[in-house]
C-alpha cells in the first residue's frame, strides 16, 4: 500500500463519526414542526416504532453484506451491481448520487434560512443574496475536500461532537421543562381519538422519518477506506442507534412543552423555537448556533459521499472514467466538480420553488429509498440462494427474516411517498443514464440488456409524465 493511501485510512471512531455527521444534520432541527403539522406524539411514536425496526434491518443487512461479499466496495451501489446487473447497479449509484446532492441543497438552504431570523437579506434560505452566499460556501468547501479525504474526516468528527452535545442539552432541558397536561392535549392529534386518522397521520411522517436516517450507509460507502473491515459493519449499527434515540427524544419531548398548534407554527429550525419557550431568547439563539455547526458538517459528509459513490463506479467501469480520476491527495476530482456542479444546478432551480427546503428534504428521501431497496433485496437474494452461506448454516435464516423485512420497509416506504415523488425522481434518473451511456461507449459495450431496455423505457415513461405533470401545474414543486 502507498504511504499516502496507508495515510487515508479511517479508524472505526472516524467511521462511526461519518455515520452519524451523515445523518445528524438539518433534518433533526427541523422535527418539532415537521411532525407537528403532520401528527400527535401517538403518531409520531407508531413512526419511530416502524422507521426505526426497517432501518434497523437495514443496518443490520449493511453490516452483514459488509461481513459476506467484504471485495465490494461503495456497498450501497457494489450490492445492486453484483446482485441486478449493471443498469440496475448504475441506477442505484446515481440515484444515491443526486440524492447527496439534494441533502446538500437543504443544508445550504436552512444554513441561510437560519441566518435569515437575524439578517432578514437571507429570507428563506431562496433570496438571491442567499442563494450568492451558499454557493460560495459550496466552493469553499470544494477546495477543502481537494486537500484530503482524511483531513476532511477529521473536520467531519469534530463538527460531530460540536453537534450532539448541544441536542443533549436540548433533551435534558426538555425533559425537565416537559408538561404533561400539554402533552397528553397532543397524544392523538386531534379533538377526538380517530384510530384512521391516526393512521393518516402517520403515513405522512414516513418520508420524514427517511430524510433523517440517511447516511446510515455512511461507513459503507466509504468501506476502501476502513482500516478493518470489519469496522464497517459495526460503525452503521453503533451510529444508528445513537442517532435514533437522539431524534425519538428531539420529537417526543416537544410534544409536551407547546402545543401542536404551536409547534406546526415555529420557522425553520423549530428545535430553536421550543429551546427559546423553555429558556428565553438565548435558548434559540443558542441552537441556531449549533444548528449551523451541525449542517457545515452535516454538508460536508454529503460532500463526500456523493463524490465516492460516483468514483466507486466510475473505477468499476460503470461510470465514465473521467469520473475515476484522483489527485495527489486520493480525492476524487472529476467526482467531486460533477457533483458541485449539480449542487450549484440544483440550488438556482431552488429560487423558483415555493417551499425548497421541504421539496429538497422528500426528494432526498425519493431518490435514496430505491438504492435502499436494492441493498436489502440483495441481502434476501444471496439468503434465498445460499451464496457466501456454508450448508445448515443457521445464520441463513436469520439474515434471510432481517433482509425480508428491510425489503418490504423500503418498498413501503417508497409507496408512502406517492406516486409525485416517483415521477419527479424518474425526471431525475432519466437524464443521469447519459453517464451510463457514455460509459458503454468508451468501453465499446452494448448499452442495455434486452429487460434493462425494458427498465429504461419506463423511467423515460415515467419522466416525462412528470414533466407533463410540472408543465399542467398538476404537480408542483
Sequence with gaps: MAANEADQKLSRNALIALVIGSMVGSGIFALPAQFGRTTGALGAIIAWVIAGTGMLTLAFVFQSLSRRKPELDAGI???AKDGFGDYIGFASA????????LADVACLILIKATLGQFFPVFGDGTTPTAIASASLLLWSVHVLVL?????????????????????????????????????????WGAERPDARDVLSQVRGTMLLTVF??????????????????????????????????????????SYGILPRSGLADLPTPSMAGVMEAMVGRWGGVFISIALLISIL??????SLLAAEILHSAANQRTMPAFLARENAHKVPVGALWLTNCVIQAFLLVSWFAEYAFTLALKMTSAMTL?????VAAYGLKLASTGATYDAGERARTTDGIVAA?????????????????????????????????????????????????????????????????????????
Design 77 to 79: 451501489y457494489a450490492y
Design 94 to 101: 446515481v440515484g444515491y448520487w443526486i440524492g447527496c446532492c
Design 147 to 187: 486537500r484530503g479525504i482524511k483531513g476532511a474526516a477529521a473536520l467531519n468528527t469534530a463538527t460531530t461532537f460540536a453537534k450532539i452535545i448541544p441536542i443533549v442539552l436540548f433533551i435534558i432541558v426538555a425533559a425537565i421543562a416537559l408538561n404533561g397536561e400539554v402533552f397528553s392535549g397532543n397524544f
Design 212 to 253: 433523517v436516517f440517511v447516511g446510515i450507509e455512511g461507513a459503507s460507502v466509504y468501506s476502501r477506506y476502513a482500516r478493518t473491515r470489519a469496522d464497517i459493519g459495526i460503525a452503521t449499527v453503533t451510529g444508528f442507534l445513537t442517532v435514533l434515540c437522539l431524534l425519538v427524544l428531539v420529537t417526543l419531548l
Design 297 to 302: 458538517g452535516n454538508y460536508l459528509s454529503w
Design 370 to 374: 430505491i438504492p435502499y431497496f436494492l
Design 405 to 477: 423485512v428491510a425489503t418490504l420497509y423500503a418498498a413501503g416506504m417508497i409507496y408512502a411517498g406517492g406516486p409525485k415523488f416517483l415521477l419527479l425522481s424518474a425526471i431525475l434518473y432519466a437524464p443521469g443514464t447519459l453517464l451510463f451511456l457514455i460509459a458503454k461507449r468508451e468501453r465499446k459495450e452494448r448499452l442495455f440488456r434486452p429487460v434493462e431496455s425494458v427498465l429504461f423505457a419506463a423511467i423515460a415513461i415515467a419522466a416525462g409524465a412528470g414533466i407533463y405533470g410540472l408543465a399542467v401545474g398538476a404537480i408542483s414543486i
